[in-house]
Nanobody
């Protein structure tokens, strides 16, 4: 059974940092493009950052220069380093895995809550 398990969320003050991790199991991790999404209360889920199997990265404009996505194919982990956090970064963050070639093969984690508040 495929599992994506996020960790690292929590409460942090504005300007602080957190690193989220997503551990994947039962997939050939290197064959999946990985992404971090977030959903704030009352808002739609949005893509925050993604990294392809070839390690090409992409970020939504609001996090460019502050967040860094990376992947460790040996350990089946994708991470999101978040710096200079703002209250508007408060959301549930979800890990996503999409097969690089087979359309529709797509998995989600259950999410981890990030709260940025003083």
């Amino acid at each position: 059974q495929v599992q994506l398990v996020e960790s690292g969320g929590g409460l942090v003050q504005p300007g602080g940092s957190l690193t989220l991790s997503c551990a994947a199991s039962s997939i050939i991790f290197s064959s999946y493009n990985m992404g971090w999404y977030r959903q704030a209360p009352g808002k739609q889920r949005e893509l925050v950052a993604s990294i392809t199997t070839g390690r090409i990265t992409n970020y939504t404009d609001s996090v460019k220069g502050r967040f860094t996505i990376s992947r460790n194919n040996a350990n089946n982990i994708v991470s999101l380093e978040m710096n200079s956090l703002k209250p508007e970064d408060t959301a549930v963050y979800y890990c996503n895995a999409q097969h690089f070639r087979i359309y529709g093969v797509n998995y989600w984690g259950k999410g981890t809550l990030v709260t940025v508040s003083s």
